[in-house]
């Protein structure tokens, strides 16, 4: 109970402070202030058309990337399982450049994100259907990730040279990620995902619980993992691919939540699913605040922040893990 | 009825043929050295593994069963393992196990023979016709070998069949040796 409390006053104190962080600074009082007073009219501008949206954006992409990297290392049972290492981020990106380059508008979310989805859901299941012939567990799965998001990314900067399509938004979003496109209707896209994220993790924590035992067990009793590691898999491809249309491919995330999770609140998937969530909201609200604040005036591309602290996290993840085999 | 005929294993060093039968509420005392085809042999009864050639017929179908070396995946705690196998923490099973002490302790850091012992418990708790288990004994203290033969013939009683793979004697209804 104590921990759910140091978590919920770190979390707030945090949001806090982001939405207080950036250009044209408004102190966090008067967040609370614009709740029941008035605001001179350029402050009050600032707050409800870019700060608020933003941070509300990067509160539910960053809880929908924190599901989907716990959701992904449960299904291929590898802590190193995380949406950008596995190409799932750069498959959804692609999802959309493909849509935008059929003629969708780049804001069309109700199209580049079916598009996103479809793709990302694909290039998951040729993934595990890999997977099946190596170590789920091993790093092997990593390097096979890591080798098909270079692919895939690839892919993306080829189209984007070639195409001239002046939709394509720039490179970068799709491989480095930004806040700065949040306006209203990302924060309605974003919500109404999360809102069926949020009604399908009980029954998806449970689910993901279940990959304590190996195939031969969950067989006989009476579970398919296929079917398991499928709805995973499309529940996973749903978070990235809402993140990915709406604020871009954002790095480690998807690693760093759900690790700080299970490292608080244990192993089982019933608490750790919604932390893991809320890890990943409180990562990119941090990350944000610090790459709006850390060159202003200029913003920092989110993955930059992300991989800075990320980077060093995930060796260091690799190494515990090497030094734990050989103890 | 469980009727095996003319069975061929996929792996192993046994490569005659095997046919026998098991009646409910009987037990089989699998036996052979190491490499043999034990294991494989109780997977392909299970359905897990395809044989050779050969059948495995059963008028029910419902195997569990408890493999000699444990993996589990991640540290849950053994009461969640147990919940999610649909075992109930409260069974006296448990408490015939000894499992109670270490019911909030991660699986995964469990002792061989407390980990083997929790899928032992998983195994048996199961509404399964057939009980199949690889090496109960193997990572087990003398108490726990007396506590789990003490199980078997116990649940024998309600009619379930059970096939064990044992270095250690147990009381069988028959022997099958893998040579």
Do not use: C
Not at chain 1, 52 to 58: Q, V
Not at chain 1, 137 to 155: D, E, K, P, Q, Y
Not at chain 1, 173 to 180: A, D, E, H, Q, Y
Request: charged letters at 15%; a positive charge; glycine letters at 8%.
């Amino acid at each position: 109970m104590l921990r759910n409390r140091i978590f919920g006053l770190t979390f707030l104190t945090f949001a806090a402070a982001a939405i207080s962080t950036g250009i044209g600074a408004t102190s966090s009082g008067n967040i609370f202030t614009l709740l029941f007073s008035n605001l001179p009219p350029e402050q009050s501008e600032i707050l409800t058309s870019i700060r608020l949206p933003r941070i509300a954006t990067a509160l539910l992409a960053g809880f929908l990337i924190g599901i989907a990297g716990a959701t992904l290392q449960r299904a291929f049972a590898n802590p190193l399982a995380e949406p950008t290492l596995l190409g799932t981020t750069a498959a959804a990106s692609l999802g959309s450049v493909v849509a935008i380059l059929l003629g969708a508008s780049s804001t069309n979310n109700s199209v580049t994100l079916p598009s996103a989805f479809l793709i990302a859901l694909v290039v998951s299941l040729f993934t595990i259907r890999l997977a099946g012939r190596i170590n789920l567990r091993s790093t092997n799965l990593i390097i096979v990730g890591v080798a098909l998001a270079a692919f895939i990314n690839g892919v993306i900067a080829t189209i984007a040279a070639i195409s001239g399509n002046k939709e394509i938004r720039a490179l970068t979003f799709w491989t480095s990620g930004t806040l700065s496109y949040s306006r209203i209707d990302t924060v309605v896209l974003l919500g109404s995902v999360t809102a069926v994220i949020v009604v399908s993790v009980p029954y998806l924590s449970k689910r993901l619980d279940l990959f304590v035992f190996d195939d031969i067990q969950l067989n006989l009793l009476g579970h398919s993992p296929r079917k398991l590691r499928y709805i995973s898999l499309a529940i996973a491809s749903l978070a990235v691919a809402a993140s990915v249309v709406t604020i871009g491919s954002v790095a480690f995330i998807g690693l760093a939540a759900p690790f700080m999770a299970r490292a608080l609140f244990g192993e089982s998937m019933k608490v750790s699913l919604w932390s893991s969530g809320l890890f990943g909201s409180l990562l990119l609200v941090i990350s944000d605040a610090l790459a709006r604040s850390v060159a202003a005036p200029n913003e920092l591309p989110i993955t930059v922040v992300t991989s800075i602290i990320g980077a060093p996290f995930l060796i260091a993840l690799i190494v515990g893990r090497k030094g734990a085999r050989h103890a | 009825m469980l009727k095996v005929k003319d069975l061929v294993l996929q792996f192993g060093s046994h490569t005659t043929p095997l046919s026998f039968e098991i009646e409910p509420g009987t037990t089989l005392w699998l036996r052979g050295e190491n490499g043999a085809g034990k294991s494989t042999l109780l997977l392909t009864i299970a359905g897990i593994i395809k044989a050779k050639s050969g059948s495995v017929e059963s008028s029910h179908s419902a195997f569990s069963y408890a493999p000699q070396k444990p993996s589990f995946a991640f540290g849950l705690e053994a009461k969640r393992v147990l919940e999610l196998a649909g075992s109930e923490s409260t069974s006296p099973l448990i408490a015939k196990l000894g499992i109670e002490s270490f019911l909030n302790t991660p699986v995964t850091e469990l002792s061989g023979g407390e980990a083997q012992r929790v899928q032992i418990a998983i195994a048996l708790g199961q509404k399964s016709n057939y009980i199949i288990l690889d090496e109960p004994f193997a990572s087990q203290d003398l108490e726990s070998i007396g506590r789990i033969k003490d199980l078997i013939a116990e649940i024998k009683e309600e009619g379930k069949a059970f096939i064990v793979a044992s270095h250690i004697a147990i009381d069988a209804d028959q022997i099958l040796l893998l040579s």
